[in-house]
């Protein structure tokens, strides 16, 4: 499913009226449906439930008025607020709000103190809230007495309904620049929006409902709509099928480059999450140093020495040793617990400018490009980068704030200009393509803020490499990593750890296999 920008999803009305001669006053009577079947599996039933509606003068503001009509028509006791200008109030929201009225139904403004004191009472006395306010156009903070309004909302402490999105959220950026409605579930119309995936806008939607109110598929699906979700459906079907000929090497052989002083855990983990993605061999080349002790800690994990000087990777030779090492790979992950020491830094900018296969650079790698950001364009193929939001806060040059403004225009911007597949991690991990595609997880929780968890993914993208292709590899690695969290959490909420969400890879495996099987029959 398309994911849709604010003038995307205003160009989408455009030709629905234009093209298909869809008005929007049918589109507006087919929303208002969808939000009134909403409100009612909240309530359980409309009879002798109260409903509070506030609306804007705008297009939400119709959405609202049209569901109150439904409401009504099905017994519910309905009160209606208008928080917009009476004059401003666009001809089709006029349309609806004229229909309610004809029906006896008052709609009031909310101009005086006396009028907030009548939405005071009856928010305190209802049973579920409709916010109808502000909508997706909205940008910046709301006004004074739309912000009491809100606010006043909030406090009530009854269930709210937004319609769309929630009011002082901006829609393509998930900002609330004051304050915004504190939603327990958003039906949005016709396609989700980044502000309901990223942060602090998720945190008010609730739960998402996408709902089809008959805009023609071929306007949801347009090429030019380059933002896309990233669920079940999609990762299940770029997911392989394993042969049943299959051995260890057709399954990929990939090589990890990680680890230092103090750091094996996050080399250790890195690695078997590549064993636990299904890789077939994955060897692990960390300082000679550590060897013998990682030899011990893993298992199924091979183990090789690379040249280090003064305790730490890299020094005269160690290019040309590490180059020879992974050309008998078909993929290799390097960063993760590495060291950020001068001359292991100038290693891995050295290895990327030469190594012309699939490559990860994860944590301590993407540091030694920090401030060169443009080096990354030389690499022989685009690699794939995995920063958490301070890793590419330094790559940018920007600060975590400031990414936060626009972290989709930013992520996509950085796939472009760095000529690189970016795995950006946050509360919506976000993958974006050098062509300007971006994708948005649908998985993960809160539990997965621990320590490790970054390196869990970036091996496990990297044991796909050779099973998925270089291309879908960081999709359904990042699909697997946020499934198989979900699954740990679901056992040990905020207790669990890296390890935990490694283990669980292959059973999320099995479950994205489940889901195809069963597409296919």
Known sequence: MKVSLVQEMREIDRRAGEEYGLPELLLMETAGGEVAKAALSLLGTARGRQ??????SGNNGGDAFAAARYLLNRGAAVKVFLAGNPEHVKHSPAVMRDVLTQMGIAVHTLAEKRDMDRLRLALHFTDLIIDGLLGTGFAGAPREKMREVIELMNAAGKPILAIDIASGVEADTGKVASVAIEAARTVTLGLPKPGHYLSP????????????IGIPYPLLTAETIRQELLDEKLASSLLPVRSRAAHKGMCGRILVVAGSRGMTGAAAMASEAALRAGCGIVTLAVPESLQPLLAVKLTEVMTKALQETDGVLGGTGALEELLALA???DGVLMGPGLGRAPQTMELVRAFAAAYDKPLVLDADALYAFRGQGELLRKCPQPPILTPHLGELARLTGLTVPDLREDLLGFVREAAQEYHAIVVAKSECTLVAYPDGRVYFTTVGNPGMATAGAGDVLAGTIAGLLEQAGKE???????FLHGRAGDLAYERLREGLLASDIAAALPVARRQLEMNRECGQQ
């Open 472 to 478: 879908q590899a960081p999709l359904v690695g990042t």
């Open 327 to 329: 050309s008998g790979y």
């Open 201 to 212: 806008g998720a945190d008010h939607t609730g739960a998402l409902t996408v709902t089809d």
């Open 51 to 56: 409903v509070c509606i506030v609306a804007g």
